[in-house]
């Protein structure tokens, strides 16, 4: 899931309704309300603008997105073949926020290489502020009469929701208040809370911790629903949050302070190294079930609810911010440890890599110094002027999960510019772009840091036998 960046604005028309009326009485809608047939600015059709009256679909899902979201862009392809698997009876409407220039180039770029036809709303407000939400890709169906059926997210697209859309049954939803009412960024999630007794009324109240002055505190859930899968903390120097994230990551997160090339090539690539004996606890590997699930979202949202995490700590200013990563790797071994007989180290061994090295003249690569850096990208595009290489790498890096790691052995020092018109997912149609520049990916070994998850205790239990008694204990057992 990925948090949503701020809006731009725009002029609608309303076809049905004075558009200044929408705006007053403009609040959020649910499932049952109808949606007035509304006109939008889009790209990719045949017209500048389209209505829900311009489908011949008993069914059209309004699929949010934007450019910048890696996530939107995957899924197209499954919108795609159920599209066509139901040709005449549903039709997906992504709608992005953004400008009808942007979205034009990146849309054209992903319709040529998925070969597909998307058209897409854009500039869009109305839609945003009719149906919010935190996180995209999000999806609202409707019916071609304008009746809202569901608010789903990615795994509730299926062909059986459909049919079931179709047969004018009921598609489940999920409920984004709780996830809006959330602020991740800028105040702590877990606050504790003491129960206790009323003397007076002999009932039971619930008091919240005073966190004010130098508190110190930690905590370490099992995965909580309704919350975001990620990190959170809004560059505070003496708070860590992370919510519902795997094992793999709640390390990377940990040894974040001391790693020379960031978390982020750590999140990717095979610089997390598994020393198990108890093959059962492979399930713990986010990287390897991912390999060995293919894309089954409704599996992997099984599998998130019942191998992920949620840890915070809040430290003194005081104690400075390299103090919370030392207590946070404390914690998540004591917890681990206790529960699957595992812990975490910070390693240098040594690594097969991929390095990237210059092989030629570089003036392809230097622009003028008078332009502005920017960087633009998503999984078929990537354009960066006058930037560092190592911008470049550690966005491959972000890729390549779990099977390359990527160094810059270049050597280039000065800002460089790239465009790359290519499935940044294929290596190979990477490294034959990048033969322009005279760039190329040379595989060697050198030595690197390495966070080690290995098993150092023994539990007599099988994991999922593990999760289900713990699930138990806190009450949450099915």
């Known amino acids: 899931m990925i948090l949503i960046k701020s809006c731009c604005l725009l002029l609608i028309i309303v076809l049905q309704i004075p558009f200044s009326n929408l705006m007053a009485q403009q609040k959020e809608m649910k499932v049952g309300d109808e949606l007035p047939n509304l006109k939008f600015e889009v790209v990719n059709y045949k017209q500048p603008f389209i209505t829900l009256s311009d489908f ?130 800028n105040s702590p999630l877990f606050i504790p809370a003491i129960k206790h007794v009323n003397r007076s009324t002999k009932e039971e109240e619930i008091s919240l911790v005073n966190l004010n002055g130098d508190v110190f505190r930690s905590i370490m859930t099992p995965y909580q629903e309704d919350y975001l899968n990620g990190f959170f903390g809004g560059g505070d120097d003496n708070r860590i949050t992370v919510s519902n994230v795997d094992v793999r990551n709640l390390y990377v997160k940990a040894f974040e302070n ?17 020393e198990l004996k108890d093959s059962s606890l492979n399930i713990l590997n986010s990287h390897l079930f991912s390999k060995i699930n293919k894309g089954n979202e409704v599996v992997f949202r099984e599998w998130l609810k019942r191998y992920t995490f949620c840890y915070e700590i809040v430290t003194p200013a005081s104690w400075g911010r390299n103090r919370k990563y030392e207590i946070m790797l404390n914690d998540l071994n004591n917890y681990f440890g206790l529960l699957f007989g595992i812990e975490g180290k910070l390693e240098k061994r040594k690594v097969d890599v991929y390095s990237l090295v210059s092989t030629g003249n570089r003036s392809a690569l230097v622009q003028s110094k008078n332009e502005n850096a920017s960087l633009e990208h998503n999984r078929y595009f990537f354009n960066m002027n006058l930037n560092k290489v190592s911008v470049f790498v550690q966005l491959l890096n972000s890729l390549y999960q779990p099977d390359r790691i990527l160094i810059d052995n270049t050597e280039i020092e000065e800002p460089i510019s790239l465009s790359l ?50 699930q138990a204990r806190n009450g949450k057992g099915e």
């Open 258 to 274: 001391l790693l020379s090339e960031g978390a982020i090539a750590f999140m990717a690539g095979d610089k997390v190294v598994w």
């Open 56 to 185: 011949d679909e008993e069914i059209i899902v309004f699929d949010f997105w934007a450019t910048w979201c890696g996530a939107c862009i995957s899924s197209f392809k499954k919108l795609d073949s159920l599209q066509r698997a139901y040709l005449g009876k549903i039709a997906f409407l992504p709608v992005s926020y953004e400008s009808r220039k942007k979205v034009a180039l990146h849309l054209g770029k992903i319709n040529s290489i998925n070969r597909t036809s998307f058209p897409s709303v854009v500039n869009d407000t109305v839609l945003m502020k009719l149906f919010p939400h935190s996180v995209i890709p999000h999806y609202v169906w409707v019916n071609k009469k304008g009746k809202i059926l569901a608010l789903t997210q990615t795994d509730q697209i299926t062909a059986s929701n459909i049919d079931r859309a179709l047969q004018n049954q009921l598609v489940e939803s999920i409920s984004p208040k709780r996830i809006l009412a959330i602020d991740y960024f």
């Open 421 to 470: 018109n290519c499935d940044l997912r294929d290596f190979d149609a990477v490294k034959a772009a990048l033969n322009r520049y005279k760039l190329s990916f040379v595989k060697k070994q050198v030595e690197q840091q390495l966070i080690v998850i290995r098993q150092v205790g023994r539990n007599n239990s099988k994991i999922d036998d593990l999760i289900d008694n713990r």
